[in-house]
């Protein structure tokens, strides 16, 4: 499975940005999908995942309540809401995709990797 994430880009404080995330094949629709982020100097993190059909959803604490992730199965792509964005978001943002149906912050299960789309939030 490759995966292409984008939409990232520059954002003021209090912005928005929808990243997407979309899979070279349909093996992706059975598997549950995160995406992580990575800022200059620290590890990579949890942000969300969403299991294999939509009805479940994960999200780092951080995020809760101003991001959304969702996915449409028909076109193989996860998407990534990200309102009322804050500079401490600001981080290269990765797609993956776990090797279960149902998978929430542990890195360990998530076996695909996207290259990465950086967001910048000022301040």
């Known amino acids: 499975v490759q995966l292409q994430a984008s939409g990232g880009g520059l954002v003021q404080a209090g912005g928005s940005l929808r990243l997407s995330c979309a899979a070279s094949?349909?093996?992706?629709?059975?598997?549950?999908v995160g995406w992580f982020r990575q800022a200059p100097e620290k590890e990579r993190e949890f942000v969300a995942s969403?299991?294999?059909?939509?009805?479940?959803?994960y999200y780092a604490d951080s995020v809760k309540g101003r991001f959304t992730i969702s996915r449409d199965n028909s076109k193989n792509t996860v998407y990534l809401q990200m309102n009322s964005l804050k500079s401490e978001d600001t981080a290269v943002y990765y797609c993956?995709?776990?090797?279960?149906?149902?998978?929430?912050?542990?890195?360990?299960?998530?076996?695909?990797w996207g290259q990465g789309t950086q967001v910048t939030v000022s301040s």
């Open positions: 969403i299991n294999w059909n939509g009805g479940t959803t």
């Open positions: 094949r349909r093996t992706s629709s059975n598997n549950a």
């Open positions: 993956a995709v776990c090797r279960y149906s149902n998978c929430a912050s542990s890195r360990e299960p998530y076996n695909y």
